[in-house]
């Protein structure tokens, strides 16, 4: 069996196949569009991509409320355009994950319209019902402010039945082994059809018991997630789920599984919340106290890193003044926030477009230990539309060039607007113009994914924050087989003076070299090294010297 950790040192990319390229002229991007940017994302240095859902559905939720798991929605292309998709990513050395979303169907899907039909349906069992309103059912809504209510009466079935999202998004009752099957079924199907894994949408809801009678604080079934890995390393040894699951460190052991018999990868949520506090406070105290917390990990799992996501930035985990001082550097009116615990813009105009800002906080991602996952545009610096609800502000079609609608169609009316006017309209943002200007975020981009391949200490290794007087400045050392890296990053906007002590103690620590541009560092006579970091400022160093070449071709 295939058992290759590919994930631990890889650049995951993810898009939505309806807003990244369309190729047939109908405003909406489908798989051969995709295909023809293909050698756009090796050439940026990705290595798998992350595709959001694209299966049938009536697509009231962006896809995430499917109608059909085994079939590709006809506006984005067919199977056959799927298969084709995988090879040509293959092909490229592109791996593909896509979204797994299982906690709920849509209400369109044949499952539910039999279930609500008739009592005796096969499917009835495959829903959560209750006779009456539960006590909770204004409780536990994921889109406050949008969403009322847990449970809906349903005419059809007589009965409530239970949405942990929107009402169309019925949830399936995934404590049924017959539902659990139908899981490994679908997870078999695409695993046939040439992806590498899933992204398991809402983790902790598909483990959790649901019902009427469950209270506030339902049971969570982990040992679910060890049937699903098992199945697909069975299947396929080198497949992985990364799981969405915005939950407290002290359960991601749970996730993981203590012997890493449970999930690959999860999305680490609390270094993502810490990191924008940092950003916007200039204070890398919290960041560095939740690099801590979820340290841990199984010696086979790995975090997913991010920065934005085609989510809110959900901020909901941190202290009230700490989300209050992240709303108001980044997202202060309340146009710009969303379900009373998030910012729902794209990262860009949150940080003013600096490209400087931008490559500090891009930095800061691919340092973080663990595999960074970056969203389509943002290589570029995409802005947002306000003017759109809800998190389709940020999910408008890829600028690609300064052509009409961004050059992601031809037709006039793409599915969601391109963005067209102001600073971030596309043309001023777009990839063509920015492929031919050497010092682009784009080509700052490829460059630094090039980098962070280079150095896979940071995925594969072990880490440690070094102690700094000057809160503004996270340093990180990372220790993998005998070399070591260090990451300094000043967060303010002024610039700072720190000394460093490396720790290593030997002759090991007294050279920095610097991995981005050539001023190295010599340690002074206490082995301390003094950096002068411009504001927003970033180091990449290998320590101990020009010998680490020759030392990894040792081991
Ligand atoms: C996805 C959302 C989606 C929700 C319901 C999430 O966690 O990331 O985009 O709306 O699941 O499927």
Redesign the pocket.
């Known amino acids: 069996m295939i058992n290759d950790l590919w994930y631990k040192n890889a650049v995951i990319y993810c898009l939505s196949v309806e807003t990244f390229m369309d190729a047939n002229g109908d405003g909406v991007g489908d798989f051969q569009g995709l295909m023809r940017r293909l050698d756009y994302l090796a050439g940026l240095g990705v290595t798998a991509l992350w595709l959001m859902p694209f299966q049938r559905s009536p697509g009231r ?2 896809g ?2 499917v109608s059909d798991y085994y079939a590709v929605d006809p506006r984005y292309g067919t199977l056959g355009d799927f298969v084709e998709f995988t090879h040509a990513a293959k092909q490229r050395g592109l791996r593909v994950l896509i979204d797994l ?1 299982v ?2 169907t849509s209400d369109q899907h044949p499952w539910f319209q039999s279930a609500r039909q008739d009592p005796a349906s096969p499917y009835r069992d495959w829903y959560v019902w209750s006779d009456k309103k539960p006590k909770n059912a204004d409780k536990g809504m ?1 889109f406050p402010g949008v969403q009322e209510t847990t449970w809906t009466w349903d005419d059809k079935a007589g009965a409530f039945y239970f949405h942990r ?1 929107y009402d169309f ?1 019925p949830d399936l009752n995934t404590a049924n082994p017959l539902v659990q099957a139908e899981i490994l079924k679908i997870m078999g199907f695409w695993i046939q059809l040439g992806v590498s894994g899933f992204r398991m ?2 983790a902790p809801f598909v483990i959790s018991a649901k019902g009427p009678d469950v209270g506030d604080e339902p049971a969570l079934d982990y040992d679910m997630l060890r049937t699903f890995r098992e199945f697909l390393q069975w299947r396929q040894g080198d497949a992985i789920v990364l799981c ?1 699951a915005n939950v407290l460190p002290d359960t991601d052991m749970d996730y993981f599984g203590d012997d890493g018999e449970r999930m690959q990868m999860m999305f680490n949520f609390q270094v993502n919340q810490n990191l924008f506090y940092a950003l916007a406070s200039a204070d890398t105290r919290p960041l560095a106290k939740a690099l801590k917390a979820t340290a841990k990990k199984s010696s086979t799992g790995q975090w997913g890193m991010f920065l934005r ?3 809110e930035l959900d901020l909901g985990r941190l202290a009230d003044d700490q989300r209050q001082t992240v709303f108001q550097a980044f997202g202060p009116d309340p146009g710009m926030q969303l379900y009373d615990r998030g910012i729902r813009r794209r990262l860009a105009p949150m940080l003013e477009g600096g490209q400087r800002r931008l490559e500090l906080a891009y930095s800061l991602l691919f340092t973080m230990p663990g595999t960074p996952v970056i969203r389509y545009g943002d290589e570029i610096g995409m802005g947002d539309d306000l003017s759109l609800p809800e ?1 389709n502000c940020a999910r408008t079609p890829m600028q690609w060039s300064g052509e009409p609608q961004g050059g992601f169609t031809k037709s006039d009316k793409p599915v969601l607007p391109v963005i067209a006017d102001g600073p971030y309209g596309f043309g001023h943002v777009n990839a063509a113009e920015q492929r031919r200007q050497p010092g682009s975020l784009l080509n700052w981009t490829e460059r630094i994914i090039r980098m962070r391949k280079e150095v896979p200490e940071i995925g594969w290794g072990t880490f440690e924050v070094l102690r700094l007087r000057d809160p503004a400045v996270l340093a990180v050392r990372y220790a993998w087989r005998r070399n070591h890296v260090l990451c300094v990053h000043n967060l303010s906007h002024a610039p700072r003076e720190v000394s460093i002590d490396v720790g290593l103690g030997d002759e090991d620590g007294r050279l920095l070299v610097n991995l981005l541009g050539d001023e190295h560092s010599r340690a002074d006579e206490r082995g301390r090294h003094t950096l002068l970091l411009e504001a927003y400022g970033y180091r990449w160093y290998r320590i101990g010297g020009l010998d680490y070449l020759l030392r990894r071709s040792e081991i």
Request: proline letters at 0%.
């Open positions: 939720d962006d995430y409320d979303v906690n709920h994921v999202f998004q949408d809402a969405e996501n085609h989510d998190r």
